[in-house]
T-cell receptor, first 112, second 113 residues
Framework: EADIYQTPRYLVIGTGKKITLECSQT?????MYWYQQDPGMELHLIHY???????EKGDLSSESTVSRIRTEHFPLTLESARPSHTSQYLC???????????FGAGTRLSVL | SQQGEEDPQALSIQEGENATMNCSYK?????LQWYRQNSGRGLVHLIL?????REKHSGRLRVTLDTSKKSSSLLITASRAADTASYFC?????????????FGQGTRLTINP
């Protein structure tokens, strides 16, 4: 198992709430990623970062935002959650110049 | 899009049998990877094969790559119940700086005891 942690593992919230999904890695990886995955489906990249103060939007449009103030931390925020945000969110990290990604266990979000 | 497509979408076999999964992609790549995902968990990297390689082995895993057909296969020999999981191929794209991966839809493998 890689040293990358996501909290919470499960989250059930009401519509309109602001939430932050946490992702931390202790490997000193430069690159970090957020993916959205519906059950039994492929992963969609929603945000990525190549280092501190670097963030980019991914291939799937998302209403979430991210920040990268510290190398080890890459939180994802939803200002106003909606039922359409219900999904699993996976965080990953990797070394610069290498393509292998190490994944956290994921956060399963349900918005009622 | 160079999204990979995996075949079959689901595979169910008896323990001890071999399992073969296929992946096709659309554009030129630097390398191709296979990942495993247990139900409700994150992905775990299994093996990476570079575009100039044709075959690679790791334990009970054998991966082939045919860049002329833009396809790869993952063979798991002597399957075990613990191999039950979803398997995804992932490709990077030349010209993207090898920074991002595009994942296929996955093959759900069930090993029956």
């Amino acid at each position: 198992e890689a040293d990358i942690y996501q909290t919470p593992r499960y989250l059930v919230i009401g519509t309109g709430k602001k939430i932050t999904l946490e992702c931390s890695q202790t490997m000193g990886h430069d690159k970090m990623y957020w993916y959205q995955q519906d059950p039994g489906m492929e992963l969609h990249l929603i945000h990525y970062s190549y280092g501190v103060n670097s963030t980019e939007k991914g291939d799937l449009s998302s209403e979430s935002t991210v920040s990268r103030i510290r190398t080890e931390h890459f939180p994802l925020t939803l200002e106003s959650a909606r039922p359409s945000h219900t999904s699993q969110y996976l965080c990953a990290s990797g070394w610069a110049g290498q393509n292998i990604q190490y994944f956290g266990a994921g956060t399963r979000l349900s918005v009622l | 899009s160079q999204q990979g497509e995996e075949d079959p979408q689901a595979l169910s076999i008896q323990e001890g049998e071999n399992a073969t999964m296929n992946c096709s992609y659309k554009t030129s790549i630097n390398n191709l990877q296979w990942y495993r995902q247990n139900s409700g968990r994150g992905l775990v990297h299994l093996i990476l094969i570079r575009s100039n390689e044709r075959e690679k082995h790791s334990g009970r895993l054998r991966v082939t790559l045919d860049t002329s057909k833009k396809s790869s296969s993952l063979l798991i020999t002597a399957s075990r119940a613990a191999d039950t999981a979803s398997y995804f191929c992932a490709t990077d794209g030349r010209g993207q700086g090898a920074q991002k991966l595009v994942f296929g839809q996955g093959t759900r493998l069930t090993i029956n005891p």
